[in-house]
């Protein structure tokens, strides 16, 4: 038991070792910005140079397309279930699933109305 | 498979939808009160409905969902609340916010978490049915936008809830792998005292505990009692509350039966410290809505240790004081609602000159506090007797008067507020006024309190047949 | 052969980093993180223990399916309940949250 682990564990270790070596690699051939000046050590063809900070706060807007998203997303996995065994369930559960796509189209109107999906 | 069963529920679901439409189709400027009446008036259609439901006993799913009289005592008891809270809360409600229409479909839909909870038969059903009921709370606390309080009890509420959600479900999780099963009559069939089941128990009882808001596991009860508006703070003691207790019976009494000898210890000890925390604190209290919740902590309490008889005459004990304990509430909070309309806060102190200024409110108030305190004539007192004698006939002396004792304890701290009532001079000499149906509700408290308190009869009657229908 | 335990061990251990997570956590985002693993555990449990002891019936599959359902809800109210906060205090700090304490 306690072997198979052992796959585990090599895992680990090749998972630390790897990035470890990567960075000590570039921590060591990197150029050096005391000896060749500040212009040496700015990106050079990787993008243009920030302008202030970097931390920047997306709008709240994002979140609640976001929050569409997860209930239809979550919605899916229930749809899955009821797809594989579709065949078998019949009548009854054809109803059951569109009803539940109602309650959930419900929300999305109610979203909708309430403003939740204009960019402002 | 027999869908009827389920009608109480979706006729509730599609109340609620209906509401979040017709809040879609009306005009952005008119008031939303008439949807609160709407709410009020197809709860009413159903709880009558509810009644056709009697004397039936069969389950649906597999046995998933259970329709008998213990499920149908609760339902019954759930809607009623939701009812008299809606009544006594319409002003308030308007003022909390443009979205009063939300408020109410999320009322409701908690309403139906409840429900579920009470018809659970299996670990899955029961926690759907929870977290239908908790993660709407979550936002109900939340819902009062002008208030930073009430964003805070939210998160608190929030976090601590989903924490002992996660416990429970750990738990529930033990017991599935242990005995195979999540119906409860087959987790029953199944048990054996080994470490992982009763480590399972454990986690389970401490999840339900904080539903319940039993010492130690109440941290969050004053703190989301506070900051929540107070028809939701209402809704949590009661329903809530009960909501626990209800499932709290059916899996302890029907899948953990056989185990009585390692959670009957433990569940002494958490009932006799809720007593002796919530009856102490509470005295220093200067909020009403936290002073109230302190008081449900024990009140808490004294139900959970009606299970400690583990037969039915405890659990009928236990049903007739959630029953009374809602009755009181509904009281109490319908009066704190009418001076926080006045004056815009909750403190104890805004109460004073309440006897000059609407007596009626004042006996109201005085009445559900001594109810809740224990004194005959009022209903609190028979059911605490109901729930001391049944645990004294199992031999748990000592709690039966540890509860009186404190009890005794209670009165001198509810009289607090009495004496601030009665005694102290008005703030102002400014008008009091109270609407049509808070005053209505509060009558009905005032009535039912005294009415249980002289002839008990009746209530312990259905309380009886639904505590038997569990065996 | 992996079996039953080793499941059960990496559930546990997972539950354990969650729970000290959920004490620890000085943001409001972090302590829903951990929650959000503490919930991870159990899906792993049941379904482990729906492969390991009951393979014929899925019982603990739709557990987790219904797990994984809550879950998702309650982190959305949650996140909504963090933009509450954050427009109230300007800070998702968990211990700023005092202004109810006794």
């Given at each position: 038991m306690?072997?198979?682990?052992?796959?585990?564990?090599?895992?680990?270790?090749?998972?630390?070792?790897?990035?470890?070596?990567?960075?000590?690699?570039?921590?060591?051939?990197?150029?050096?910005?005391?000896?060749?000046?500040?212009?040496?050590?700015?990106?050079?063809?990787?993008?243009?140079?920030t302008v202030g900070e970097t931390w920047v706060q997306f709008r709240a807007s994002y979140f609640l397309y976001a929050l569409v998203f997860v209930a239809f997303d979550i919605e899916t996995v229930f749809l899955y279930l009821w797809a594989i065994k579709f065949q078998e369930l019949g009548k009854f559960a054809f109803i059951e699933m569109f009803i539940f796509l109602n309650i959930l189209l419900v929300g999305l109107g109610y979203a909708w109305k309430k403003g939740a999906l204009e960019w402002k | 498979m027999n869908i009827a069963l389920l009608t109480s529920e979706i006729a509730v679901v599609i109340l609620a939808l209906l509401i979040i439409v017709f809040d879609l189709l009306m005009p952005r400027q008119e008031a939303r009160r008439s949807l609160g009446y709407f709410a009020v008036c197809g709860l009413l259609g159903i709880l009558v409905y509810t009644f056709n439901q009697h004397g039936a006993s069969a389950t649906v799913y597999h046995g998933f969902f259970v329709v008998d009289k213990f499920a149908l005592f609760f339902k019954q008891l759930f809607i009623v609340a939701t009812i008299l809270t809606l009544l006594f809360s319409f002003d308030y409600i308007e003022g909390l916010t443009h979205n009063t229409g939300e408020f109410y479909a999320l009322l409701l839909l908690s309403l139906v978490g409840m429900m579920v909870m009470a018809s659970a038969n299996d670990l899955l059903t029961v926690f759907v049915g929870l977290e239908l009921m908790t993660i709407i709370f979550y936002i109900l606390v939340g819902f009062d936008l002008r208030s930073s309080k009430s964003s805070e009890a939210g998160t608190k509420y929030l976090i601590l809830g989903s924490a002992a959600s996660a416990v429970l479900l750990y738990g529930m999780s033990w017991v599935y792998g242990f005995t195979g099963?999540?119906?409860?009559?087959?987790?029953?069939?199944?048990?054996?005292?080994?470490?992982?089941?009763?480590?399972?128990?454990?986690?389970?009882?401490?999840?339900?505990?904080?539903?319940?808001?039993?010492?130690?596991?109440?941290?969050?009860?004053?703190?989301?009692?506070?900051g929540a508006p107070i028809p939701v703070t209402a809704m949590l003691a009661m329903a809530s509350k009960a909501a626990g207790v209800a499932v709290l019976l059916r899996v302890f009494l029907v899948?953990?039966?056989?185990?009585?000898?390692?959670?009957?210890?433990?569940?002494?000890?958490?009932?006799?410290?809720?007593?002796?925390?919530?009856?102490?604190?509470?005295?220093?209290?200067?909020?009403?809505?936290?002073?109230?919740?302190?008081?449900?902590?024990?009140?808490?309490?004294?139900?959970?240790?009606?299970?400690?008889?583990?037969?039915?005459?405890?659990?009928?004990?236990?049903?007739?004081?959630?029953?009374?304990?809602?009755?009181?509430?509904?009281?109490?909070?319908?009066?704190?609602?009418?001076?926080?309309?006045?004056?815009?806060?909750?403190?104890?102190?805004?109460?004073?000159?309440?006897?000059?200024?609407?007596?009626?409110?004042?006996?109201?108030?005085?009445?559900?506090?001594?109810?809740?305190?224990?004194?005959?004539?009022?209903?609190?007192?028979?059911?605490?007797m109901y729930i001391f004698m049944a645990i004294t006939d199992k031999g748990y002396f000592w709690i039966a008067m540890l509860g009186l004792v404190m009890s005794m304890v209670s009165v001198y701290y509810y009289m607090l507020v009495v004496k601030v009532m009665y005694s102290k001079e008005a703030k102002n000499q400014q008008e009091f006024t109270a609407s049509v149906s808070l005053r209505i509700v509060a009558l009905i408290s005032l009535i039912a309190t005294l009415f249980i308190g002289i002839y008990p009869g009746p209530l312990a009657e259905l309380a009886n047949a639904a505590a038997r229908s569990l065996w | 052969m992996i079996g039953l335990v080793h499941f059960l061990t990496v559930a546990a251990i997972v539950f354990a980093i969650g729970l000290y997570g959920v004490l620890s956590k000085r943001t409001i985002v972090g302590i829903l993180m951990s929650i959000e693993l503490m919930l991870n555990a159990v899906n792993i449990n049941l379904i482990a223990f729906s492969r390991f002891i009951t393979p014929e019936v899925l019982t603990g599959q739709i557990f987790a399916i219904f797990t994984i359902t809550v879950a998702a809800a309650e982190v959305a109210v949650g996140m909504a309940m963090i933009f509450r906060v954050y427009y109230d205090r300007n800070t998702v700090h968990a211990a700023r949250l005092d202004e109810m304490r006794w």
């Open positions: 306690l072997l198979d682990f052992g796959n585990v564990g090599m895992l680990l270790l090749v998972a630390l070792v790897f990035p470890l070596l990567a960075l000590g690699t570039a921590f060591f051939i990197r150029p050096r910005p005391r000896q060749h000046g500040i212009e040496k050590s700015l990106p050079y063809e990787c993008g243009v140079d | 099963s999540i119906v409860l009559s087959e987790i029953a069939a199944h048990i054996t005292a080994s470490p992982a089941m009763l480590l399972g128990l454990g986690l389970m009882l401490a999840g339900f505990c904080f539903k319940m808001s039993i010492v130690p596991f109440h941290m969050w009860a004053p703190d989301v009692y506070e899948a953990f039966a056989d185990l009585q000898a390692y959670w009957l210890t433990i569940v002494s000890l958490l009932a006799g410290l809720s007593m002796i925390v919530g009856i102490i604190v509470a005295i220093w209290q200067t909020n009403t809505k936290r002073m109230l919740a302190y008081s449900s902590i024990a009140q808490a309490g004294y139900i959970l240790s009606g299970l400690l008889a583990a037969d039915a005459a405890g659990v009928k004990g236990m049903l007739f004081y959630a029953v009374l304990y809602m009755v009181a509430n509904v009281g109490a909070f319908a009066v704190t609602t009418a001076v926080n309309n006045q004056y815009g806060s909750d403190k104890i102190d805004d109460l004073s000159g309440l006897s000059q200024k609407s007596p009626f409110l004042a006996v109201v108030m005085t009445v559900s506090l001594l109810s809740m305190a224990g004194l005959p004539p009022m209903a609190g007192f028979v059911g605490k | -």
